[in-house]
């Protein structure tokens, strides 16, 4: 039968992209037909998302689409809108990276301990969850004057079709969700005085999420009706999704800006060694678990390219990696995990004095900050996958890599061999695929759970496999130097 057309609109921190997938029983073909930089704008001292223009990239996307069955939206987690009683939008949607959220984390505890949060929630602790956003707006004339919140996705789907609901793996990071029941952690959040009625009824992966209303019918050149259908809305959720796995044993790394890295299971781990360790669990597509760390991910060589090229150095990622196979291996590393590289700017010199402050070598070079870059990688990544194995009780034999990092050839072998295991790297749009696929299920074209996805993926997704080297004993010696890498709580 001819393939059914269906576009996933995927805004990432650094990219925003609109994918048309194409899908029969038995193939998936991806065609993308725009890509737009994501571009953060600092106004009146605060760091914000520029989200006109992301909508605008989602508009010319769509139109660039053409004739499709549905449309599904997946953005990154945890920021969100205020909406007034008329529907709009009080101010610009703040970054998870911006500063605003310093010392609440500190002030939460007090009235509800760490130990209670994480058993009431799952959620890791990290100062850019939603509950800490919320928690340092309050008292703002915004969030005074807010009759709505709409978490990013949950915008976009409400500027498409001025349909609002709260998507559930999305609203599981935002440490107001209780993962057992896939409901609001009510008694949490009366405790904070954080108002959930905020927030419109939740809805699931394959739910339907209202049509393209005229407006943006006639904006976009498409013809009526358009469907919006609920996917894994959190871009990490489509991308577990789309991770091309054959069995129950594997590791997945969501490798882009950020690196998530962990397991999928049934249930939440929420003993307090896995609190210690900082590991979360987020909900996925089908009513799964990923229960994983937050590793920087590239967003450190993403923020060093950005600081060479405004001082006029190369900062080619193709040439640059080349070099960085060139250097010397493990000559300094360090802790990818470390909030401390969570805001923008100056990189390169704060690699530099994480190396000073743990008596290391500072890289002398572009080629060398770059390798140490991801030989940093490699070890968090080992240590996340080692610590979900044995937190979870989930035993795994390979490592899947997806996202704009599979592409990476020197960080898929060099974590192929700090973990000692076989990796497989792609797709790279793994997000847009679980986005699509999500689609492709409620439309009827496929059928199946997660397991039936993975199959189709493995038919017809190209991927790579790195083996890992033989000898893993210099990578053991370098975890001693990351002695962050193993306890991420900076409390
Ligand atoms: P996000 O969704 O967070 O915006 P992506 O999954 O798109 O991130 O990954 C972006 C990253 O992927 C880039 O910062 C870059 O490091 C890496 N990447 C993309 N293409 C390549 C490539 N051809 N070679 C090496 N790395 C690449
Ligand atoms: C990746 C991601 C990640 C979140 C972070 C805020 O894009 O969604 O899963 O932790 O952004």
Same mark, same amino acid.
């Given at each position: ?70 449309v599904g939206i997946d953005t990154w987690a945890v920021d969100y809108g205020l909406l007034a009683a008329d529907g709009s939008l009080l101010g610009n949607p703040v970054h998870y990276r911006d500063a605003r959220t310093e010392g609440v984390p500190e002030r939460i505890r007090r009235t509800v301990p760490q130990a209670e949060l994480y058993a009431a929630t799952g959620v890791q602790h990290a100062p850019f969850n939603t509950l ?172 060093? $390219? ?10 080619? =990622? @193709?040439?640059? #990696? *080349? %070099? +960085?196979?060139? /250097? ?92 000692? $295991? ?10 847009? =695929? @679980?986005?699509? #696929? *999500? %689609? +492709?299920?409620? /439309? ?26 033989a000898d893993r004993s210099r990578w053991n010696k370098a975890v001693a130097r990351t002695p962050g890498a193993k306890d991420t709580v900076r409390t």
């Amino acid at each position: 039968s001819d393939p059914r057309a269906f576009a996933a609109v995927d805004l990432g921190a650094s990219s925003g992209r609109v994918i048309v997938g194409r899908v029969t029983a038995r193939s998936v073909g991806l065609d993308e037909v725009h890509r737009f930089p994501n571009l953060p704008v600092r106004v009146g001292g605060t760091l914000h998302w520029d989200v006109l223009a992301l909508y605008r990239g989602v508009l010319d996307g769509l139109r660039a689409a053409g004739r499709v069955t549905s449309v599904g939206i997946d953005t990154w987690a945890v920021d969100y809108g205020l909406l007034a009683a008329d529907g709009s939008l009080l101010g610009n949607p703040v970054h998870y990276r911006d500063a605003r959220t310093e010392g609440v984390p500190e002030r939460i505890r007090r009235t509800v301990p760490q130990a209670e949060l994480y058993a009431a929630t799952g959620v890791q602790h990290a100062p850019f969850n939603t509950l800490y956003q919320l928690a340092a707006a309050q008292g703002t004339p915004q969030l005074e004057a807010a009759a709505r919140l709409l978490l990013m996705p949950d915008l976009i789907s409400y500027w498409l079709t001025g349909v609002a609901g709260t998507e559930l793996t999305n609203a599981s990071t935002t440490q107001l969700l209780d993962p057992r029941t896939g409901d609001w952690a009510y008694a949490l959040a009366g405790r904070l005085g954080i108002d959930l009625s905020l927030f419109p009824p939740l809805r699931r992966p394959g739910d339907p999420a209202g049509e393209l209303l005229p407006e943006i019918l006639e904006a976009t050149g498409l013809e009526h009706p358009v469907p919006v259908v609920t996917v894994g809305s959190h871009d990490t959720a489509s991308a577990v999704a789309g991770v091309p796995a054959d069995s129950e044993r594997f590791a997945y790394i969501s490798c882009g800006t950020w690196s998530l890295a962990g397991v999928e299971l049934d249930a939440p781990v929420r003993t307090e060694d896995s609190r210690a360790a900082n590991f979360t669990n987020e909900l996925g597509v089908d009513g799964t678990v990923r229960y994983l760390r937050n590793i920087m991910g590239l967003w450190l060589l993403q923020e060093c $390219l950005r600081s060479w090229r405004a001082a006029g150095l190369p900062h080619d =990622l @193709g040439r640059l #990696l *080349v %070099q +960085a196979a060139q /250097a010397q291996p493990l000559r300094s590393v360090v802790d990818a995990a470390d909030p401390g590289f969570l805001a923008p700017d100056s990189m390169p010199d704060r690699i530099a004095e994480s190396c000073r402050r743990t008596e290391q070598p500072v890289p002398r070079d572009q080629a060398e900050t770059v390798r140490c870059i991801l030989d940093s990688l490699a070890l968090a990544h080992r240590a996340a996958i080692e610590d979900a194995q044995r937190l979870s009780g989930r035993h795994v034999d390979v490592v899947h890599i997806v996202g704009g990092g599979a592409r990476n050839e020197l960080l898929c072998q060099l974590t192929a061999d700090a973990c000692g $295991l076989p990796v497989v790297a792609g797709p790279a749009e793994a997000a847009a =695929l @679980g986005n699509v #696929l *999500v %689609q +492709a299920r409620a /439309a009827g074209v496929i059928e199946g759970g997660l397991a039936d996805i993975r199959a189709l993926l493995r038919a017809t997704q190209p991927l790579r496999h790195y083996e890992p080297a033989a000898d893993r004993s210099r990578w053991n010696k370098a975890v001693a130097r990351t002695p962050g890498a193993k306890d991420t709580v900076r409390t």
